[in-house]
């Protein structure tokens, strides 16, 4: 469902010159799999996922979803996935409802399947009861759920959400934790950066490491355990990272 080749992404800065984001990422993630993105601050997580959901343009390399390319199809690889970024913006003057309907108009849906959506995303994210109130009166928590539902009301069969918990309170984040592992029980493909590394061991089917633009692992939790030789996934991560 995903496969990402040889992504690369420079950034041409008047002051600092050249700046390689991203260099030689390739990884794959298949229907009914949750793959989790890694690395610390800084590392190139989000400049890759721009790079699947179309936002940006790879400097070189490429990536496709479902078979089609996103350098040579963006506007069909949009209808494909639903993408959350950490820095997408809430119209404050609409309710969640609004605003979600909304979307739904411009993914050029009709009233009925925006209602079905609606009433079943709402009930999975725990939205009713703040579903009539304004975007600008939510808590940090509420808001996201708003961008999730949003992200994903035309039912994509690719998913690629941008650190969805972060600075989220515990039960917003478990809300949010299950809705992910509900998107694998409905067999589609889910990619999602972090660097919480307890819910990246919960979550994920597989992992890669991504630190200063590179990949330095993909493969499963007991698989990065095991080469190297420690316990847990936030000792074996900075393992590789302190390496690099």
Same mark, same amino acid.
Do not use: W
């Given at each position: 469902?995903?496969?990402?080749? &040889? @992504? ?14 991203? !260099?030689?990422?390739?990884?794959a993630? %298949?229907?009914?799999e949750?793959?989790?993105l890694l690395?610390?601050?800084? *590392? #190139?997580k989000t ?8 936002a /940006?343009?790879p ?9 089609i390319d996103?350098?040579?199809?963006p506007q069909? /690889?949009?209808r %494909?996935? #639903?993408?959350?970024?950490?820095s997408?913006?809430l119209?404050?003057r609409l ?9 739904g108009r ?6 009925a %399947? /925006?209602?079905?959506r609606i009433?079943k ?11 009539n *109130?304004?975007?600008e009166?939510? &808590?940090?928590?509420m808001k996201q759920?708003v961008? /999730?539902?949003?992200s994903v009301?035309?039912d994509?069969?690719?998913?690629i959400f941008d ?12 809300t ?6 509900q998107?694998?029980? !409905? ?9 919480i590394?307890?819910?990246? &061991?919960?979550l994920c089917?597989?992992?890669?490491i +991504?630190?200063k #633009?590179?990949k330095?692992?993909?493969?499963t939790?007991?698989?990065i355990?095991?080469?190297t030789?420690?316990?847990? @996934?936030?000792?074996?991560?900075i393992? +590789?990272? !302190?390496?690099k």
């Amino acid at each position: 469902m995903i496969e990402a080749r &040889s @992504l690369e992404k420079i950034f041409r800065d008047k002051k600092r010159g050249e700046i390689k984001a991203v !260099d030689d990422v390739s990884f794959a993630c %298949q229907s009914g799999e949750i793959f989790g993105l890694l690395g610390p601050n800084g *590392a #190139g997580k989000t400049t890759t996922l721009r790079m699947l959901s179309t936002a /940006i343009r790879p400097t070189s390399g490429t990536a496709l979803i479902n078979n089609i390319d996103v350098k040579d199809n963006p506007q069909e /690889i949009r209808r %494909q996935i #639903g993408f959350l970024s950490g820095s997408t913006g809430l119209y404050g003057r609409l309710t969640a409802r609004e605003m979600v309907t909304y979307f739904g108009r411009l993914y050029g849906m009709k009233k009925a %399947q /925006i209602d079905e959506r609606i009433e079943k995303l709402f009930a999975l994210l725990d939205m009713n009861e703040f579903a009539n *109130a304004r975007n600008e009166k939510l &808590s940090t928590g509420m808001k996201q759920k708003v961008s /999730i539902a949003r992200s994903v009301l035309h039912d994509p069969p690719v998913m690629i959400f941008d650190e969805p918990t972060n600075g989220l309170d515990v039960m917003s984040s478990r809300t949010i934790v299950d809705f992910i592992r509900q998107c694998r029980e !409905d067999n589609k493909c889910v990619i999602f950066s972090t660097h919480i590394m307890s819910e990246a &061991s919960r979550l994920c089917d597989k992992i890669g490491i +991504i630190h200063k #633009g590179r990949k330095y692992f993909e493969g499963t939790v007991p698989e990065i355990l095991k080469q190297t030789s420690c316990e847990n @996934l936030e000792d074996a991560f900075i393992k +590789i990272v !302190d390496a690099k």
